[in-house]
């Protein structure tokens, strides 16, 4: 076993947790899982240095350092702190890793809750970067909490990231994460706004990408994210559904510092549209309907 290590626990399994618990087996990392929905671990339980665990609990039971990767806040607290969620085995040497997008003020109550019932440690670590990046260990990951536990965790971190950034408490991570959200949600309407340009006006979109890379319009989502729209692949690498989440998450947050976010607010309302009236919980690469008139939602 790695390091002389015990297990690591990790709960949701979904397109991110799936990448990362192969890249943790890749590693030689053993790695006890649990999802609610059964069909998630289908694909890993023939794979060596994996075990199905039955509950969060168990993982507890079992573990000390604990992965945690589901889709919203209400599902991270539902895993911690259910009857038979990490809590209830949980003790003074378990660390759980929250990789998922939650609300920060919730995630520093979680923690403070975590830690007085139990004396067990919080960090939040919420990801960048997709699931290519998640199966490569290039991911960027956004750190808050105490930094005592944090240097304990940090080489499974390296071996997941290429990038980890310490940012203070807990809660910090989260807050980053907005952030990035801000930066990169806001930027799929503005390509698809682009995209939509350039094919009213016949231009020949798929050149776009290389003529614009080295100017001030060049960037990560022009290069991967643009040719996506182009061919109307909307295949999950993320879903709408997350996105609208992460977007209310940033609404919210922006009001109670009475900051103005019109750019976002606007983004959210593309998706709500687009989320109200698509019959698939597609990838946010599928924003591009609501900029073409042909493109069925």
Not at 44 to 52: A, E, G, H, V, Y
Not at 108 to 120: D, I, Y
């Amino acid at each position: 076993m790695r390091n002389n290590l015990k297990p690591l626990g990790f709960v949701g399994i979904g397109l991110m947790g799936n990448c990362l618990v192969k890249r943790l087996i890749e590693k030689e990392y053993t790695v006890n899982i649990y999802d609610k929905n059964k069909n998630n671990l289908k694909h890993l339980t023939n794979k060596k240095r994996i075990s199905l665990s039955t509950s969060p609990a168990k993982l507890s039971q079992d573990c000390e350092i604990i992965f945690i990767c589901v889709d919203k806040t209400e599902s991270v607290e539902d895993v911690v702190f259910k009857e038979s969620g990490i809590i209830k085995n949980a003790s003074k040497t378990t660390i759980l890793v929250d990789l998922s997008t939650t609300l920060a003020n919730k995630t520093v109550n979680f923690s403070n809750k975590l830690s007085t019932q139990k004396g067990a440690s919080w960090i939040d670590a919420p990801m960048s970067g997709g699931p290519d990046k998640a199966l490569d260990g290039s991911l960027a990951l956004m750190i808050g909490g105490e930094k005592r536990i944090v240097k304990k965790v940090s080489p499974i971190l390296k071996d997941i990231s290429s990038n980890f950034t310490y940012f203070g408490p807990t809660g910090s991570g989260q807050i980053v994460k907005m952030i990035n959200q801000i930066l990169v949600l806001n930027n799929y309407t503005i390509l698809a706004e682009a995209l939509s340009f350039a094919e009213a006006w016949e231009i020949d979109t798929k050149k776009i990408p290389d003529a614009l890379r080295d100017g001030h319009a060049g960037s990560n989502l022009l290069k991967h994210l643009f040719p996506r729209m182009i061919n109307r692949d909307f295949k999950p690498q993320g879903y709408t559904s997350q996105i609208l989440k992460d977007l209310t998450m940033v609404s919210e947050l922006g009001d109670k510092k009475n900051i103005p976010l019109p750019m976002t607010n606007l983004t959210k309302q593309l998706f709500t549209i687009l989320s109200e009236n698509s019959k698939e919980n597609l990838d946010g690469t599928s924003i591009i309907k609501l900029f073409k008139k042909d493109d069925k939602l």
